[in-house]
């Protein structure tokens, strides 16, 4: 940015070469975070805290659906707003911050008004509404829903009284806070845990969870028909269920899809006598499974002509750099290694990651 800022003096006074650089960074960071480059005004914070294009899409598509006007009621610099507006639906956003709400203005093209989220000055009981509360006290960021603001039961509020609603919470919310009856999803963008998005109102299905994975489009429901909850023992195939489905508590509902089975009541790795493939979890055949020790590991790595390519872990105590260290220079074909604890016996399993045909 100051390299840049320097260059830009050369054509304009100082303070606007700043903001320009300012900005020609941002964007750039704004178009690697998301993929999409479009020409948005940014702060540094507020890019930090916006909604990814495709999920912002997803949620914009189903207000779309309701037939009410929609407000942003935390629109920073309008992410979600853009997308709601993009769909010809009636919208407004509501922003604090002076600065912020005129970079959203600008952004979004619909106006935005300054004001309180927790003191919306809208009948909201007429409308669709959407809060992201902000996870931020000061320049940290905050777990604790009694610091968000607005502050979490105030969210849920001003929610439960809109025609619609929907509030975005930070993926390891404890899920003491969210609501009993709602429906719920977590959203996955590629391997990134993205939200937790709560629905409220019109269009909510009461007591439904939901894994959704993008921008595949995948989807799986509490609903759904679930495997039986007591353990077997593994057999040839492994699958390792992806983030969302296991905030969304439907790993038995992915083993049914799959035609697999629980190894532990407490662990998310399934396993089934035949290959499956789904977006919702990565498949391994099993080429060898062991007691875990790192001497026994080592020197059965070596037997096989096999390399660590891939480490991964549930339930298992030592981080997977670390046990890449431990277990040192090894050469041979690729495999995936995947630590675990059945019942009470720390376990690896020697893998090969498979793919589902073109």
């Known amino acids: 940015p100051g390299r840049l800022a320097t260059a830009l003096r050369r054509t304009f006074p100082a303070a606007e070469a700043s903001a320009l650089a300012e900005q020609l960074t941002l964007r750039a960071r704004a178009s690697r975070n998301h993929g999409i480059s479009r020409e948005f005004l940014y702060t540094a914070e507020g890019l930090e805290m916006m909604t990814h294009p495709l999920v912002a899409a997803r949620r914009a598509d189903r207000l779309a659906v309701y037939e009410r006007d929609v407000v942003d009621l935390t629109a920073g610099l309008g992410g979600d707003l853009h997308a709601v507006a993009a769909r010809d639906v009636p919208c407004a956003g509501l922003e604090r911050e002076p600065a912020t709400a005129l970079l959203a203005a600008a952004n979004t093209g619909v106006p935005v008004v300054r004001g309180d989220a927790a003191h919306p000055p809208f009948d909201v009981a007429r409308l669709a509404v959407v809060l992201d509360p902000s996870r931020r006290a000061g320049t940290s960021r905050t777990f604790d829903p009694a610091a968000y603001s607005p502050r979490w039961d105030a969210a849920v509020a001003i929610a439960t009284s809109a025609a619609a609603g929907v509030i975005k919470a930070q993926p390891g919310i404890d899920a003491s806070y969210i609501p009993p009856g709602v429906e719920l999803e977590a959203v996955q963008l590629g391997t990134s845990m993205r939200e937790l998005t709560i629905w409220f109102g019109q269009g909510a ?153 073109a």
């Open 205 to 357: 299905e009461p007591g439904i969870r939901r894994a959704v994975l993008l921008p595949a489009g995948e989807t799986l429901e509490s609903n759904e028909p679930g495997a039986p909850p007591e353990p077997r023992a593994p057999a040839t195939f492994l699958f390792d269920p992806e983030s969302c489905v296991t905030r969304s508590t439907l790993v038995r509902q992915l083993a049914h899809r799959l035609g697999a089975w629980m190894l532990d009541p407490h662990i998310a790795y399934l396993s089934a006598d035949a290959a499956a493939f789904s977006p919702l979890a990565a498949t391994f055949q099993v080429l060898d499974a062991l007691p875990f020790s790192v001497s026994r590991l080592k020197e059965r790595m070596r037997q096989g002509r096999w390399r660590a390519d891939e480490i991964r872990r549930r339930a298992f105590p030592v981080e997977p750099d670390e046990m890449r260290k431990l277990l040192g220079r090894l050469e041979g074909d690729p495999v995936t290694l995947l630590f675990t604890t059945i019942g009470s016996q720390r376990t690896v399993f020697i893998c090969r990651r498979l793919f589902a045909p």
